[in-house]
């Protein structure tokens, strides 16, 4: 990856002294860009040393978001068409055009709630006490919410049924 975006000269201001060109983990790679040419150099060139070492690029996972963008011109490898797209996800977060993190949050708070809400057995049983309730919302869900929230990971819920003790 160093090869590829290693010129300098199309990096963002991240801090006064710290500049990026990509952020990566793993297999995954977000290339970042002031300009369109910009960004259509680095995509080539990733894609051209990536195939230099006998890998490539999947043109149908591979999209382009574009913040406050004044060229509307598609991103291409090798005459291949990039995907604009408004939002997507990366490393469990919402990335969206308008640069902020509402919609992550507001999702990640639709999965809370939407969880939270399948225990509703137990918080509406006669027959558990308040402070047992509390208890097991203190030991066990604000725990496993407060965890889930932090690192992105909520999936929409099962169909699963909890029984109250």
């Not at 902020?100 to 999702?107: K, P």
């Amino acid at each position: 990856m160093r090869t590829s975006t290693s010129e300098g000269k199309h990096r963002i201001q991240w801090t006064a002294q710290n500049q990026l060109d990509d952020l990566d983990f793993e297999d995954d790679l977000a290339l970042l860009s002031h300009t369109h040419e910009q960004m259509q150099t680095k995509t080539a060139s990733v894609a051209a040393v990536s195939a230099s070492v006998g890998l490539s690029i999947h043109k149908g996972k591979t999209k382009v978001l574009k913040f406050k963008a004044e060229n509307n011109n598609p991103i291409t490898i090798d005459g291949e068409t990039l995907e604009d797209v408004e939002s997507f996800k990366y490393l469990g977060s919402i990335i969206d055009e308008q640069g902020g993190s509402d919609a992550d949050v507001n999702a990640r708070i639709g999965k809370a709630r939407t969880e939270f809400l399948q225990l509703k057995n137990i918080w509406n049983s006669k027959q558990l006490s308040t402070n047992i309730k509390m208890r097991i919302f203190n030991t066990n869900v604000k725990q496993f919410y407060y965890t889930k929230l932090k690192l992105g990971e909520l999936q929409q819920p099962q169909s699963r049924k909890y029984k109250y003790l």
